[in-house]
């Protein structure tokens, strides 16, 4: 079950013809799904995808209902070789990923399949992971596009033509025999917006039609001498049809007024942020009228040469606009003006940045640099333009600048990963420092400080794999890390099966924290709860044994910091050969705390007895050296400054949040750090039992305790 | 404003047109912004205005600083505008922080400017992991967010929003939320504003309620701060404090009194006269030395850093601590432990051979240390980690007769060792006083050096050691006091010691020079 739950915005996805829909974007492209057809999704968790994931995972009755079907795909290689069963068939299918890393992992699939084509409409939604607030390189998805010819569609920011965009996507891919690309950037998945519904519709053919009368054509597999005549298809037939369709359907926007010396060109996804700055420069109104005619590629590949070349064609000169490097769409412009002769001045990437987001104040820059050396009139009286520069070289806010904490994200409130990462600081401690390869996932985090831990990331699943070099013997061994997400990605084989088959002598973690939890806890192959469209609880141990594993041990609670040091130690010294192999187990907090809160305040209310836990430091005792927190990290653990001369620096302090982990007394106890540290335990609706035995003890300690007082006291006096 | 280009003599080639009004949210995962943003969005559709609202979650929902942003405007001649998905610097309406810091980074981001920003602040803090990994006090300055906030905000609407939220028992958002409609940036009645919370699922009254309270609040501007909370008072009173601190320099008598309280309630008495001796000692040679001008800065240092010296941490301090009643109450009262309902806490304590030898007598102990192999079997017995159920009968008593030691402490090892180093580092200061007053302060100073327990309290001592060395080495220097204060603040840099070695080599420097 994910982290969050889209039940009731699933109810919007059944709004009929006429019907207003108003919400995230992530769910108006599930409804436009629906609206066009689709007999099978799939695809691969990640920002920005994770919630389409969830919504189309909590939709499952209802794709039921219209005859088709959702899958959470092994990884991204998986979803879009799903993409196969429209090659044959009439069947209209989509998957989607966090791209460029799920588009590298699925490149494969794409690739044979672009090569053969498709005769039901495919398409791919990518979320393009680009700029502020990204978690990936800093890539194109636009290179892959064009490597396999597939169809590029970019939609303007706006509900209404991303669903036009999609159904037509699938037309478009039906028109040409080729998968189409959608690409959805970070933020335009999360808006809110609004546009008018259809019906849904229910394939006319099923998935079930096409097993009952499988069909084959020897010359749709990628094997020369098809091979070769896939490509001249490509080229002869498949790429005039998409032309003919996208301009005869007119899916690429014209705006402003139709005569103008210069123009803009632009991916659809930069539409708001061009007229933004078009405002700004006091040549268009808030509601998009704009002075400077526009070009709109809702399709950025294949640029359409006749679109453009009667755009440019009466222009003295035309700007790009096209975000990320390189600058693809600029070199296709380039080439067509050349070959037909068309004079227009091309700017791009000479006035605009290479790389990085293009927000407003940027393209606000690049659109003035253009119009002063093309066309400066239209700057007009060049009103005043937002800009914070000024004050941000303000002495008070320069200074700000040494002052603010950065605030990267971290492991949540009781982590059962954390103690993982303190167990191995602590055996940094002891054996020294090791070669640590990181994954990806929540436990990246460790790369940060507290723990600073890791030193290379390859790819998701890839953390063991990347360590393949190291192995050699030597002093000390490497030490690889691997999430349970990774490890059913492709982290069985290509690292644990790798290491097993080459006789690796390194050190391999796999945290298995019951969920794909960086992604927001969807259920993975090896999760504990019960799924009923899913099979769950299938054990990680049992997969490394099944492929050859020796030396591997389970830990099945992470927080037991000594026995995951001891362990870690372990497998860092035994003489034993091969991988040494650590499943470190507990359920991701986030998710327990979820599942588990509601379940607690409901036994204390019905009277059961229930011991509630949360952790606390005696601030006299406590001594403000904070090495807890160099091994913690913990939200929750935090400080407090006292109010006594006497002490200068702030104490740990445990504040409400504490989830009772146990890692801080686990800590303090294997790093031999201090006694501050204490757990209460508060028993709700006590036995009769639990009252006796407490009143009659506290009788005693608090007769001994009053004693103590007193005696106190009167040391005091007798000075 | 920036205005480089230059003027051409036309007119403009448009008018210059309305804008929507632009709220961004800076938020640190699950605080939730994204909440306040879905109310907002949902307020002005109600109010038949076009919104939008984006944001860039992905793992920034891990505790990282995040930011949402909504945009909204009505409609013109049932044409939609056309809103953009990230704030730009200069042209933010309103920028609403859930945390201090968070807003001071707004203020970075630019998205707060005097023209135009409205700043809603919470002003409590949430401290991030590098503040609070340092040694020492790794807390960021408030003081430079309030005074970025001046030159950046057009208004400011700052008050602990937080505080109030919990006091009424809901979340943050809902306070934050009133403090919006209190700003009055959103043209909508009070009423709308609390249409959209009721419209909601869960916690429907207690979020009304705070968005009540900080409605109020936000109206209520400065003047409607809360009071300030009563200044703790010394906990004795003075008419038991003897007569030593009464005739000690007017500027020393507070600190003085309050370490000789820590010093009896760690000891007795007569530990508590070992003290003022000291003290007063201090304040003769203050008095020599014209203190007077220097406010007895040597003397209020030494009665603060001697009673900590003497107050060091050994194992009867913590059992006695651990056993107090005060302790109960305080954690009963902060678990909001009600009655019919039975606590009971779980010490963490790993004692090492050190701290037990360390209690016995010091001839003994010094007997045992100097036979390794007895040293190593106490210590195999010993050093372990121990869970003690603290109000559990056996265990209670066990550690009351601990805390009960106080009669032989001492004579004990820990103790002769303890006020060896403290009789030299008072030396050593004492010594540097006179021959330039603000380098004895420092080397007082330098006691803060020496904290915590078993490892990290060696790591103390050793840090301390280097930096007393650093110190020797230009304790001739005119500016040897400032060069002294860099040492300790580079030791209580980082835990490893780096910056205070690296620091050392410079000094060294110096001295060969």
Redesign the interface.
Known sequence: MAERSFAREVEDLRLGEGEVF?GEGILAITKALLQSGVSYVGGYQG??ISHLMDVLADASDLLEELGAIYQSSASEATAAAMLSASVMYPLRGAVAWKSTVGTNVASDALANLASGGVTGGAMVIVGE?YG????IMQERTHAFAMKSQMWLLDPR?DQECIVRLIEQGFELSEASNTPVMLEVR???C????SFVCKDNVRPAFTLADALENPKRDLDRIVLPPAAYEHEQEKIKKRMPQAIEFIRSRKLNEWFGPEEGDVGIILQGGM???V??AL??L???????QT?IPLYVMNVTYPMIASEVEDFCRDKKAVLVVEEGQPEYLEQALSTVLRRSGIGARIGGKDVLPMGG?Y???VLTDGVMAFL?REA?????????????????K?A??A??????????????TGCPERPIFAAMKLVEEELGQHHVSADIG?HL?SI???FNIGATTMGFGLGPASTAAFNVKAGKRSIAVMGDGGFWHNGLTSGIGNAVFNKHDGVFVIVDNFYSS?TGGQDILSSRAFNKRRSTNNSIVEAVHGIGAKWVRQIDRTYDV?KMRATLKEALTTKEEGPKIIVASSECMLNKQRRVKPQINAAIKSGERVVKQ?F?V?E??C?????C??LS?C?S???K?L????R???VASIDNSCVACGN???V????????S????????N?SRW??IK?GM??K???F???R??RA?AA????? | MRDESVHLDIAPAGPATERPISIAIVAMGGQGGGVLTDWIVLLAEKQGWIAQSTSVPGVAQRTGATIYYVETMPPLDGRKPILSLMPTGGDVDVVIASEYMEAGRSILRGIVTPDRTTLIASDHRAFAVTEKIAPGDGIADDGAVLDAMKVAAKRTISFDMNELAVRNGSVISSAMFGALAASGMLPFAKDAFIEVIRSGGKGVEASVRTFEAAYARALAGEDGAAPAEPVALAPAASDSLPAGVASLPEAVREMAAKGWNKVVDFQDAAYGREYLDLVERVARLDQELGGGRHEYALTVNAAKYVANAMAYDDVIRVADLKTRAGRRARIEADLGVKGGQVLQTTEFMHPRAEEVVGLLPDGLARSIMAKPKLFDWIDRRVNKGRRIATYSLGSFLMLYAVGGLRGMRRRSYRHKLEVAHRDAWLEAALDAARRHYALGVEILKCRRLVKGYSDTHARGLSKFDRTMAGIRMISDRKDADQWARRLREAALRDPSGEALDGLVQTVSGFAEA
């Open positions: 108003r920002s920005p992971d502020e607030g990204s978690s920011p970070v933020r335009t999360h808006m809110h917006g539409y708001n942020g007229i933004r405002q700004y006091g040549l268009s109104d808030a509601y998009g002075r987001d927000t407003a104040k002063e400066p009139e239209l700057l007009g009286n060049r009103s005043p333009i937002p800009d914070a520069t000024p004050l941000l303000a008070p806010v200074k700000l600048k040494e002052v603010v904490p950065s605030r990267p994200p971290g492991l949540c929540c985090f940060l400080p507290p960086a000594g949360r606390g005696d006299d005792v001594t403000g050296d904070h090495a927190m160099r990290g939200p653990l935090t400080l400054k109010d006594d001369p006497l200068d620096d702030p801080c007394g686990e303090a106890e294997a790093a031999v750090l201090c006694p540290f204490y757990r209460a335990d508060v028993v709700h006590p639990d009252k407490a003890t506290m005693l300690i608090r001994l305790q009053d103590r007082d106190r040391r005091r006096v007798a000075a």
